[in-house]
C-alpha cells in the first residue's frame, strides 16, 4: 500500500498568515491526490481534487500544487473558519490511503 | 442535491457483526461516473479508507479488513450496505457513506454522509 505522510501533524497561526501543508507519498500518484478539511465532529469536505483543482464552492485562498510524491496545500490567508484538520488522499492506487491529518489551530 | 444517510445500530457487541446502510437521495446510485465508498475515523484518530463498490456490484477492499468486510449495493433501494465481522473494540468510530467520482481527471469523494458512531462493546 501507499503510504502518505503528512507534516506537520499539528500548527498554530495567526487569521491572515499564509500556511502551508505537505504530504508526501511513498511511491508516485501522478496527480491523483485530494485534500479534505474536516471540522470537529462534521464529515470531510472535498477541498482540491487532481492535486491542484479547486473543488466547486471552495474560496480560492485554498490552493494545492504538487505531482508524483510531493504534494503541498497552501491557504493564502488564514480566516476563522479554516481551522481545522486538514487530510490528503492518494486516490492513484487501491488501497486508498490516508494521511495522517494536521490540526491547523489558532495562536 | 444528492445526499448520503448512514443508518444501523450504534452498539455491536464484541465477536459480532456490523451492519450499516447508506441510502442514497436526491441522484442516482447507477452511474457509470461514480463509486460509494465508506471510510472510518476510530475517536481521535485519522481517516480510513474501507472499501469501495460500483453500481454493478464490483468492490475494493482495504486489504487490512479484506476478510472481514462486505459491501453490496441494491440499486433497486438506492442503498448500499457495508457488513463487517468479528468486531473487536477497534472497530469503535465513526463510519461515513461518500459517493466518489471516478471521472478523468476527477477522483475523489466530493460527497459524504454526516457519519454514524459505531462503538464496540458488551
Known amino acids: 500500500a501507499i503510504q502518505m505522510t503528512q507534516s506537520p501533524s499539528s500548527l498554530s497561526a495567526s487569521v491572515g498568515d499564509r500556511v502551508t501543508i505537505t504530504c508526501r507519498a511513498s511511491q508516485g500518484v501522478r496527480n491523483d491526490l485530494g485534500w479534505y478539511q474536516q471540522k470537529q465532529g462534521k464529515a470531510p469536505k472535498l477541498l482540491i481534487y487532481a492535486a491542484s483543482s479547486l473543488q466547486s464552492g471552495v474560496p480560492s485562498r485554498f490552493s494545492g500544487s504538487g505531482s508524483g510524491t510531493d504534494f503541498t496545500l497552501t491557504i493564502s490567508s488564514l480566516q476563522p473558519e479554516d481551522f481545522a484538520t486538514y487530510y490528503c488522499l492518494q486516490d492513484y492506487s487501491y488501497p486508498l490511503t490516508f494521511g495522517g491529518g494536521t490540526k491547523v489551530e489558532i495562536k | 442535491q444528492l445526499q448520503l444517510q448512514e443508518s444501523g445500530p450504534g452498539l455491536v457487541k464484541p465477536s459480532e457483526t456490523l451492519s450499516l446502510t447508506c441510502t442514497v437521495s436526491g441522484g442516482s446510485i447507477s452511474s457509470s461516473s461514480y463509486y460509494w465508498g465508506w471510510i472510518r475515523q476510530p475517536p481521535g484518530r485519522g481517516l480510513e479508507w474501507i472499501g469501495n463498490i460500483f453500481y454493478n456490484g464490483n468492490t475494493f477492499y482495504n486489504p487490512s479488513l479484506k476478510s472481514r468486510v462486505t459491501i453490496i449495493v441494491d440499486t433497486s433501494k438506492s442503498q448500499f450496505s457495508l457488513k463487517l465481522n468479528s468486531v473487536t473494540a477497534a472497530d469503535t468510530a465513526v463510519y461515513y457513506c461518500?459517493?466518489?467520482?471516478?471521472?478523468?481527471?476527477?477522483?475523489?469523494?466530493?460527497?459524504w454522509g454526516q457519519g454514524t458512531v459505531v462503538t464496540v462493546s458488551s
Open positions: 461518500a459517493r466518489r467520482i471516478a471521472v478523468a481527471p476527477k477522483y475523489a469523494f466530493e460527497i
